[in-house]
């Protein structure tokens, strides 16, 4: 992954998202021991405090949770905890703003289900 410097979401953040996806796809399961921030610094060339900044992002949702003197692990249910949140925020958000734009450009509900499905479809094919 490369960080994205002219985002306007902060590293932090985009290493906190990172991290969620190492363990949605697998990398990390429960009671792993997730990445430190000095080795997040050394791998995204970031400084040590931004890369603490994206773990306790992730330790406050507990996601992850801290070993005093043994660094970050990952928590038991993070996955199911990563994938809820990002259906009831982030999907959430798309769909509103779909909703917005295809509102502004006089698209039915009905169309706009339509297209959904068709595009669901075609990504099924893909795979």
């Known amino acids: 992954m490369i960080l994205n410097s002219d985002s306007s979401k902060p590293i932090y953040v985009q290493i906190s998202e990172w991290l969620e996806n190492e363990i949605i ?23 040590p405090a931004t890369a603490a900044k994206g773990l306790n992002i992730l330790a406050e949702e507990q996601i992850l949770y801290k070993k005093r003197g043994l660094g970050m692990f990952v928590s038991e249910g993070a996955r199911a905890r990563i994938l809820d949140k990002r ?6 958000e798309l769909v509103e703003t779909l909703v917005i734009e295809a509102k502004r450009l006089s ?4 169309d706009l289900i339509k297209m959904i499905q068709e595009t669901s479809r075609r990504r099924s094919d893909d795979k």
């Open 87 to 92: 259906k009831n925020e982030t999907l959430k």
């Open 25 to 47: 796809s697998g990398n990390f399961n429960t009671d792993d021991k997730m990445y430190s921030q000095y080795q997040l610094a050394e791998l995204f060339n970031i400084n």
């Open 107 to 110: 698209v039915s509900e009905a």
